[in-house]
């Protein structure tokens, strides 16, 4: 009986993460959507958390679709996001707010994301054209899915 536990695992898992990668496919032709930034770096600090190796690489694999689809640097995401874990999130575990841990969580996602863009259109001769509003919307956005999520646990 176990194997069918772990057969019907391993589908949800693969149906997720497809989902996932036919969301980000998605998003580059319905501008409405938020890229799910935030929810990557929930998945990403989870499975880093959990020592799980292969859904963490699944979760690399999909920041290099998002970079590739987007036309971002290669790794720009994945730097970011080690930056705000091992600088920023680290620190952030020893105040007693954990309750609501993830909304910061998101908001260092988006706040980051849209400073690497500033420093990076700035210095080198990559750009990418994003309205602050824009970043507000996609952080709102974020900010009530994983809400939902989270409530519905």
Known sequence: MQRSGSYRQAVKNIFFFAFLFIYQ???????????LLGVFFLLFLFYDDKDDFWHFCVVLGILFV???????PLG????LFLLLRYVMILYSHKFSFTRF?????????????????????????????????????????????????????
Do not use: D, K, Q
Request: glycine residues 6%; proline residues 4%; hydrophobic residues 65%.
């Open 101 to 153: 841990l993830w909304v910061i969580e998101i908001i260092l996602v988006y706040v980051g994301f849209y400073c690497l863009l500033v420093v990076s259109s700035r210095f080198l001769e990559f750009g990418i054209e994003l309205s602050p509003l824009i970043l507000l919307y996609y952080l709102a956005v974020e900010i009530i899915m994983v809400g939902i999520y989270e409530h519905s646990l």
């Open 66 to 72: 998002i970079e590739a689809f987007n036309a971002i």
């Open 76 to 79: 720009f995401l994945v730097l």
């Open 25 to 35: 496919s998605l998003v580059g032709l319905a501008t409405f959507l938020p890229p």
